[in-house]
């Protein structure tokens, strides 16, 4: 089973920022927080990831309370081409663990 | 990141047959993972697939149901064998690279009649 709690959907107006929020209350110190997304059945698309350290990329940045439980992605500048499912995944790093995909969040930005 | 595609992108088949779907990826990688994906579902991983050795399959997958090749470290494929409508889905095969990153093929749509 997932180790995330996300809401299942979202809205989003163009040219504002959309704030994902994502709960992984059980993490343990080796698991990082990523996030990846899929646009209408295509194939998922890595955003970030990260370990107890905000991340910023060229897509997104990604928000880790001090505690670890908790996490928010945050779209800067939210187009109509963001409108997504959006995974947040827990994993232990170093390649051998799988990606265990929840039910996601529904973003759907609106002109 | 890596270029992975996969053939076909979709197919249409009979029940009773079988279908092989193809992930190619650009460079080397150690791990490769098969995924389904059910309609309106999220993704479930069906088995990992390590060059030079067998597939580890998920709990529910099985190897006559689902074999998978893996002949070098930039090539895998997955067999549907003795297909019914419920194995239509999308299923997608990903890597991993060094940076504790998976990537994704684009995925293969498949309908069962």
């Known amino acids: 089973d997932a180790k995330t709690t996300q809401p299942p959907s979202m809205d989003c107006a163009e040219g504002r920022a959309a704030n994902l929020p994502c709960n992984h209350s059980?993490?343990?110190?080796?698991?990082?927080v990523y996030w990846y997304r899929q646009i209408h059945s295509q194939g998922p698309q890595y955003i970030i990831h990260g370990l107890k350290n905000n991340e910023t990329n060229e897509m997104a940045s990604l928000i880790i309370t001090e505690d670890r439980k908790s996490s928010t992605l945050i779209l800067p500048h939210a187009t109509l081409r963001d409108t997504a499912v959006y995974y947040c995944i827990v994993r232990v790093g170093g390649g051998s663990e799988k990606l265990v995909f929840g039910k996601g969040t529904k973003l759907t930005v609106n002109p | 990141s890596a270029v992975i595609s996969q053939k076909p992108s979709r197919d249409i088949c009979q029940r009773g047959t079988s279908l092989t779907i193809q992930c190619q990826v650009d460079s080397q990688v150690t791990m490769m993972f098969w995924y389904r994906q059910q309609p309106g579902q999220s993704l479930t991983l069906i088995a990992t697939a390590n060059q030079g050795s067998e597939a580890t399959y998920e709990s529910g997958f099985v190897i006559d149901k689902f074999p998978i090749s893996r002949p070098n470290l930039t090539f895998s494929t997955l067999t549907v064998s003795n297909m019914s409508p419920e194995d239509s889905s999308i299923y997608l095969c990903s890597v991993e690279l060094a940076s504790d990153t998976q990537y994704f093929g684009p995925g293969t749509r498949l309908t069962v009649l």
């Open positions: 059980t993490i343990s110190g080796n698991e990082y």
